[in-house]
């Protein structure tokens, strides 16, 4: 990994370049500059008679970082941690309560249509086609919209069609597609008019292997070619793995991780968690060596062991536990995001709040 | 020019396509549209089948001016109606899609749909005008046949001001269309009447608070060369275009304020 690195930012800088030369643009800066940016919401609870709670959440509280043209950033963090408010700021959809940012040299609010111009972006939740026209449709009425010339967007779909393998459902309406088939077709309308920057909220959501790996070599190889920088939010850490150089982590709209995923895994532990469905309901397995016991369901019937790979083996620790109770069955989870997140927040907080 | 509108014809374009792909559910829908028409003007023939003259109208003036504002609104319907759904359109994160594009929000909002099926509306309009017109004594002169185009087209664009208005109301109100249904569908429902059958406060809301008045009330008396009632003197009729203006005004005004303070609160 550390030797591929270089190599991609060899060939992004070479593709930026050209490209902001045709554009005008100034040759280095960040393309997302961030400083003490903050998003507050009022939550309002349910109506009591005469008086309404109200109750500010701190979505986005504070976040700082600069990311270089040409990079790509994993950005993840548990559900509500404020990473889709955060890309909201980004693109101009929502306005910050306070703090800057600046997205391609502009500000999102002022030049949401300029900016338009140059992001691309992919909310893998929410569709940005047209459900009752096929592809080839949208292409043309995106082409339109982004005012592309013929002779460049035409060349682009190909291309596109091409790399996502979207030839033999480009004539389907939008509404009769698999997941995989639209999220593919969503990026490749989001990449039409070759923004440098493309940010994709979560895009793997659902997808089986064999369509998450097809993607993965998809934007590997847009970087080679195009340059185009990548800002990834993601649940899964494979993603984060295979498409990006630095990772942020927020928790409660704040960042408590900005680095490279080796230095995460160095501060959290590569932790493994061992899934025990027992014969019949046991003792919590509590007494386990070099393994600690996360959870314990009906009644002792699935138990939780989590361990490191570095102190002990899975053999070892099932070992231990075939001399306690009888197993019947057991799965070994990688890590979730949530649970890096969450042991991220035990191993930064001084051991005085840990309680509280 | 042409090559600025481009995106909007394309996008208009794609969505005529798809409605007339299923063409018998398409006339079906076409035929609804002008039963409701049928409806209404079988309303104002049971009330004239009773009385001789209401509000200074008589049945075949009540006639033209039901055609005239049932053509104005059905038009407006026609092109912008669709935005009363924007509820839907917050929900599924239609609008989010459309501030990630190069263009006006509002823009790719009225050109996300067209909504043809309304062209049965106004073909009854149009068939009660053709019949009304010779039915009515009008002093024909170059200027009456530019006030008729002029209230027509100045009546749209106030239904469509209108519906913008209601729109926008609903950025604050989320689940607000019943009362926004209230300015365009209730306008629509006033413009039909002689306005003088109002008393006197609802009469100035209908004229110049929601003008409904101007779309057809008011050109009606000003063709047939009828004063107006107290309030309205009739040359108020060739006012609709300014009337118009006013309202659109109002309308963007309304609609940027919505659009900022949804960006500002966030869905």
Redesign the interface.
Known sequence: MTTAVPAINRAAGAGRRTREILEGRPLDGPIIDMRDLR?D?TVRSPARRLRRSKRTVHAVDGLTFAMPTGSAIGYIGANGAGKS?TI?MI?????PSSGAVRTCGLDP?HH???L??R?G?V?GQ???L?W??PLR?SF??LA????LPEATWLKRRDELVDRLDLGTFVDTPVRQLSLGQRIRGEIAAALLHSPPLLILDEPTIGLDVLSKERLRLFLTEQRDLHGTSLLLTTHDMDDVQRLTERVIVVDHGRMVYDGDLPGLVGRVGAQRMMVLDLVEPSAPLSDVPDAELVGVEAEGLRQRLSFSPEQTTAAAVLAAVGERTEVRDLSIEEPDIEDVVRRLYLSTTPPRDAGT | MADRL??Y???LG?RIR?QTAYRRSFAMDVLGSMSIGVLEFAEVYVIFANVDVLGELDFAAAALLFAVANIAFSLADLVIGHIDAIPTYLR??TL??F??????VLAQLVTSDISLRRLGRTAIGGAVLAVALPLNEIAWSPAKVLLLVTAIVAGAAIFAALFVCAAAIQFWLVEGSEFANSFTYGGSYAAEYPASVFALPVRILFAFVVPAAFVAYLPTLALLDIPGPPGLPSWLGWCGPLMAVAIWAVALLGWRAGL?HY????S
């Open positions: 998003r919401f408010t909201k693109t101009g959809i929502l306005v609010i949401r249509r300029q338009a111009r992001i972006v909310f929410r569709t940005q047209w009752d026209l449709e043309r009425t339109a919209i982004h005012r | 481009r995106p014809r394309v996008l794609s798809s599924e994160g989010d899609a501030l990630l594009r190069p263009l006006p900022r960006t500002g609160a966030g």
